[in-house]
C-alpha cells in the first residue's frame, strides 16, 4: 500500500497490563502499514501500566495516552477507548493488551476493507494457544453479504462445532464509519458483547474476511472475561439471547424453529454434564435459570437430567475411560 493509505486508527484498552503490555505495543510498531495513530487506554491500573504506556508515547508521536481515574469494565472500557479514535481514521483496530497482531495485520485487513467498500467488519484467523480460530468461511471468498455470514454463524450454534468467524476485538478491523454512528459500539457490557456487534451491523453492511493468521491471542490465567465465561457458562446463553433477538431477523421459520431444537438439547446435554461433574455450586444453576427465563425461554430440569443420561449411557461405552474420568472428578471435588 502507499502514501495515501487510509488512517487506522488503532487502540488498547487496558487494566494492569504490564506484564504484557510491552510486546503488544512493539507489535504495533512493527507494522509494515504505516499511516495509523496509536491510542493507549488506561482504565485506572494500579501497577506499571502507565508508566509503560508513557514511556512508549514520548518516543513515538503516533502513540497518545489516555488515563482514567473512574474504573470502569472491560466492555465499557472498549467502548471508552472506541470515543476517542480520530476523526481523521477511516478504519479502526483494536488490540488488546495481553495480545499481539502480527506484522502485516494492517496491511491486509485495510486491503480487504478497501477492495469492498461495503463492508463494516473484516475477520481473520488468530492463534488462540496452540489452537486456530476463526475457520469455517469458504477460503475463495474474502466478502460476504452481511446477512448470510450471519445467517450461517447462528445455524452453527446447534452444531457439535460452531463456526467462530466473527472472532474477538483483536482478530477483527472495523470501519469507524459505523463505530462513530453507533455509541455505544459494542452493544452491551457481557463478555459476548463482540459477537453481538456483528449479528447488530451486519443487517446493513457486508463481513469481509483476511484468510490468514494475523493475530494471536495469549491464554492464561488472569483472563478476566474467560474467567466468567467459564464459571457460569456465558457461551450458550449468549448464543440463547443471539438466537432470540437476531434469529427472526436473518432466518425463516423453519430453520428458527429447527436451529431451536438443536441448540437446546446442545444446551441441555452441556449441563448435564456440567451436573455429572459435581464443580458448579447454587450461583451456577440459579444464575442459568435466572438467565434463560429472562431471555424468554422456561428452564427445565428434567432436560438437564435427560442430558446427564445421555451422559452416561455415552461414556458407558467404554467403561474403563468412564471410570478414569469418574475418579478424576470426585478427586477434584474432595481432594482439593
Not at 456440567?274 to 434463560?292: A, G, V
Not at 424468554?296 to 475411560?321: C, N, S, T
Request: proline letters at 4%; hydrophobic letters at 35%; one cysteine or more.
Amino acid at each position: 500500500m502507499g502514501a495515501h493509505d487510509p488512517l487506522v486508527a488503532v487502540v488498547t484498552p487496558v487494566f494492569n497490563g504490564e506484564k504484557y503490555l510491552v510486546e503488544c505495543i512493539e507489535s504495533v510498531l512493527a507494522q509494515t502499514y504505516h499511516n495509523w495513530e496509536y491510542t493507549i487506554v488506561n482504565n485506572c491500573s494500579t501497577d506499571k501500566t502507565l508508566e509503560i504506556a508513557e514511556r512508549y508515547a514520548k518516543v513515538d508521536g503516533r502513540i497518545r495516552v489516555r488515563s482514567y481515574n473512574e474504573f470502569v469494565g472491560v466492555i465499557e472500557n472498549h467502548n471508552r477507548a472506541l470515543r476517542a479514535i480520530s476523526t481523521d481514521s477511516k478504519y479502526c483496530k483494536v488490540v488488546s493488551a495481553d495480545d499481539w497482531i502480527d506484522s502485516d495485520c494492517l496491511t491486509q485487513m485495510v486491503r480487504v476493507a478497501e477492495a469492498h467498500p461495503t463492508v463494516a467488519i473484516v475477520g481473520s484467523y488468530q492463534r488462540s494457544g496452540d489452537k486456530v480460530i476463526g475457520r469455517g468461511l469458504s477460503p475463495a471468498i474474502e466478502c460476504f453479504p452481511g446477512r448470510e455470514a450471519s445467517r450461517l454463524s447462528l445455524l452453527s450454534l446447534g452444531l457439535p462445532k460452531t463456526l467462530d468467524a466473527f472472532g474477538v476485538p483483536t482478530s477483527t478491523l472495523y470501519r469507524s464509519d459505523v463505530i462513530r454512528k453507533n455509541d455505544p459500539f459494542f452493544p452491551h457490557l457481557a463478555p459476548y458483547a463482540d459477537t453481538t456487534l456483528c449479528y447488530k451491523y451486519l443487517q446493513d453492511y457486508d463481513f469481509g474476511f483476511v484468510h490468514s493468521v494475523l493475530s494471536s491471542e495469549r491464554v492464561h490465567n488472569d483472563q478476566i472475561t474467560s474467567k466468567l465465561t467459564l464459571k457460569y457458562g456465558m457461551s450458550f446463553i449468549g448464543s440463547m439471547e443471539h438466537i432470540s433477538t437476531y434469529g427472526p431477523v436473518y432466518l425463516d421459520q423453519v430453520e428458527l424453529e429447527t436451529l431451536k431444537a438443536k441448540f437446546f438439547r446442545k444446551y441441555y446435554r452441556s449441563l448435564g454434564a456440567r451436573l455429572l461433574q459435581l464443580n458448579s455450586d447454587r450461583d451456577y444453576w440459579t444464575w442459568q435459570i435466572s438467565k434463560t427465563k429472562e431471555i424468554g425461554y422456561p428452564f427445565h430440569f428434567r432436560k438437564v437430567i435427560k442430558g446427564a443420561v445421555e451422559e452416561i449411557v455415552e461414556e458407558l461405552q467404554d467403561p474403563k475411560v468412564a471410570f478414569h474420568k469418574f475418579f478424576a472428578v470426585l478427586q477434584k471435588k474432595f481432594c482439593k
